[in-house]
């Protein structure tokens, strides 16, 4: 990332305070009731048994919203909760030159692309074995009576009791096939989650999930099961026509009830034109004017080295437009 060096400041310091006008800026305006703040909204509870609709370092959202977040998560990794909107800039900036300097792997002082494809797929990689060791944690606190596979019975207890369900009362309701009383959003959820915990079931399908099968359940971005599952459920929600794949005119439709005021029509107008560019420049493989599943499934592929050096180069590009707009001030 080349770059003037001013006077009585670093090459790679300058590249820092770039980096962090990046994470900053890449926040980038979408509809307000988005998933992800439903997500960091929830009690942490709640959190630890239900699989997240806001998926760390994939680039869409279970309900295909474009993830506003995504190159910050793939830059700082595990890091990204020292960035808080209110942190000190100092700290953040000494924070970024460690990040900086792990990146310049041959240590010129630039980041190119090659090296960020590299730290991407390496920060890939670091979040799929958190997920790994979160969701034996979580394997294990559902599974009562340690027979190392949990029934869809098992977790439904769990998850009502997140809820605020009494326990006892529940696990005997379920057993002798009694009704549940739960609100019509909770009931629509574990219909929901009872999906993908068929899709997550290995054949043949038993209804109980070993280790591995809960792990896709809870991060279906590293299941290629899951993530094929994960498509069609976008597609669905997205598809107007019933064609099974999507449309520019779809895939950048405004949910219903987004745009309260003129401020929200601004950001939802930035949001449009992000998914947009999404569309065009980067799903839409063969520029047909269209996206199937096939091309949706290898855009969403966390692993995928093309699609990381496809990021890097825009996180470059962005850099790039951040330094120059800084120096026009």
């Known amino acids: 990332m080349a770059s003037r060096p001013a006077p009585g400041c670093g090459l790679a310091p300058r590249c820092l305070w770039l980096l962090g006008l990046v994470l900053l800026m890449d926040t980038s305006a979408r509809p307000a009731n988005h998933s992800s703040a439903r997500d960091r909204g929830g009690h942490r509870e709640d959190n630890e048994i239900l699989p997240p609709d806001h998926l760390n370092g994939v680039k869409l959202e279970m309900d295909g919203h474009l993830n506003k977040d995504f190159h910050q998560e793939v830059f700082l990794g595990k890091d990204t909760d020292g960035f808080e909107e209110d ?83 529940v696990a005997e309701k379920i057993k002798s096939n009694q009704e549940l009383k739960v609100d019509e959003e909770t009931q629509e959820v574990l219909e929901n989650l009872k999906d993908r915990w068929y899709q997550a079931d290995n054949p043949p399908p038993d209804l109980l999930l070993g280790e591995e099968e809960f792990l896709s359940f809870l991060h279906p971005e590293h299941s290629r099961g899951m993530l094929r599952f994960m498509v069609k459920e976008i597609v669905r929600d997205l598809d107007q026509d019933g064609d099974k794949q999507l449309s520019l005119s779809e895939f950048i439709s405004l949910p219903v009830g987004t745009v309260e005021n003129q401020r929200g029509q601004d950001m939802d107008d930035s949001w449009v034109r992000d998914r947009r560019k999404e569309f065009e420049e980067l799903i839409d493989a063969n520029h047909d004017g269209i996206v199937t599943m096939a091309e949706l499934e290898e855009y969403m592929d966390p692993m995928n080295e093309y699609n990381a050096l496809n990021e890097a180069k825009q996180m470059i590009a962005i850099a790039d437009y951040a330094r120059s707009v800084h120096e026009e001030f």
């Open 87 to 169: 942190a000190e800039p100092r700290k953040s900036r000494r924070k970024l030159m460690v990040i900086f300097s792990k990146v310049d792997v041959n240590g010129d002082r630039r980041i190119s692309a090659k090296e960020m494809q590299r730290w991407i797929v390496e920060k890939t990689a670091e979040h799929f074995q958190e997920a790994v060791e979160e969701s034996r944690a979580h394997f294990h606190a559902v599974d009562p009576d340690g027979d190392g596979r949990v029934s869809w019975d098992e977790y439904k207890v769990k998850f009502l009791v997140s809820k605020g369900h009494d326990e006892r009362e």
